[in-house]
């Protein structure tokens, strides 16, 4: 979700669509073992999130894959790398970087070391788990979400607003 929200210089959506099941393990997990998730920005920008929890296969002959789509060509990033097509599919850029987490790690200790802000701070990983959290909202309340497009909260929605929260034992409660 970063990179596909980093790329299209998105924060909060305006709108979020689920949908799904349990179509592949009869088990006691509580999300859906397939999903697809509809995320719309303002600007006319969508990110289409797709979860098969029990396929090897992912987008572009891959286990993790992220398509960038344009108005003037495509980019599929594949771990450290990219491929860029024009409008008629046709390769025209190619490119490779660090993969893996050894990089967030060394910038995260880095950080702490320098008295620095990191490259992947709290409010981007915020940004892009409340990501997550909408749509599994979205998913167990049977439709669309409407959101605040300027901080992700959820738009006047009585039953997916009792997922935003949860009921702590007594004495564990998040004091602030």
Not at 75 to 86: E, L
Not at 131 to 147: E, P, W
């Amino acid at each position: 979700m970063d990179v596909a929200r980093w790329g299209l210089q998105v924060d909060y959506p305006i709108q979020v669509t689920a949908g799904g099941g349990k179509y592949r393990h009869d088990d006691d997990q509580e999300t859906p073992d397939t999903m697809m998730v509809t995320y719309d920005f303002p600007d006319q920008k969508s990110i289409t999130w797709e979860g098969l929890s029990w396929s090897p296969l992912g987008p572009h002959d891959s286990q993790f894959g992220i398509s960038l789509h344009g108005t003037e060509g495509s980019i599929v990033i594949r771990g450290g790398g990219y491929v860029q097509y024009d409008m008629k599919g046709q390769e025209v850029a190619t490119g490779a970087g660090a993969a893996g987490d050894q990089g967030h790690f060394e910038d995260f200790l880095m950080g702490v070391r320098e008295h620095r802000r990191t490259n992947s701070d709290i409010e981007g990983a915020h940004k892009s788990t409340l990501l997550c959290h909408l749509g599994n909202i979205a998913y167990r309340t049977s439709g669309t979400l409407k959101t605040n497009g300027s901080n992700g909260h959820l738009v006047q929605n009585a039953e997916a607003e009792s997922y935003w929260s949860r009921e702590y034992a007594k004495g564990w409660e998040p004091k602030v």
